[in-house]
């Protein structure tokens, strides 16, 4: 397999955030990979389409990756997401024992890996996961700059 890097693998959620258009959802897209780097789960924002609050980008995927695995346990996986995850998803990735989160955009205002709260990195959780953020950071946001001033 070839290893791709994370601004490879951040324009792969781009394009799966755009997905999210079509049902009106705000243009999020998550990928979770292997610890080989085999793309297990591509999923977008479906709160609309799905009427389901949970239906986060990071959610669906960390479904559907656990569900190819045969299992919740998701150690050594890299979940990448074009935007900071909120404290579910970010409560999600721990508790699914994610090892490396990579995101674009930070969230001031609901972001739960840094800015508003940094629930992933809490000493007194037993698992903490590898953060990078910040990957491809401009492009992640103008996704959601286009999306909002089109909904506005």
């Given at each position: 397999m070839t290893v791709r890097s994370d601004e490879d693998l951040m324009r792969a959620a781009i394009v799966?955030?755009?997905r999210a258009s079509a049902s009106e959802d705000v243009p999020i897209g998550a990928i979770v990979l292997d610890p080989s780097g085999?793309?297990?789960?591509?999923e977008c924002n479906a709160r609309?389409?799905?009427?389901?609050?949970t239906a986060h980008a990071e959610m669906l995927a960390l479904r559907a990756a656990a569900s190819r695995l045969d299992g919740w346990r998701l150690t050594g996986c890299t979940l990448v997401v074009t935007v900071e995850p909120c404290t579910m998803c970010a409560?999600?990735?721990v508790l699914a024992r994610i090892a490396r989160?990579?995101?674009?955009?930070?969230?001031?205002r609901t972001g739960a890996v840094g800015s508003l709260w940094d629930v992933v990195r809490d000493r007194r959780l037993t698992h903490r996961p590898e953060v990078v953020p910040g990957v491809l950071a401009d492009e992640c946001s103008?996704?959601?700059?286009?999306?909002?001033a089109s909904h506005r």
């Open positions: 799966t955030a755009r085999e793309e297990l789960a591509s609309e389409a799905l009427g389901d609050p409560g999600a990735l989160v990579v995101f674009g955009a930070w969230e001031p103008a996704l959601l700059d286009e999306f909002f």
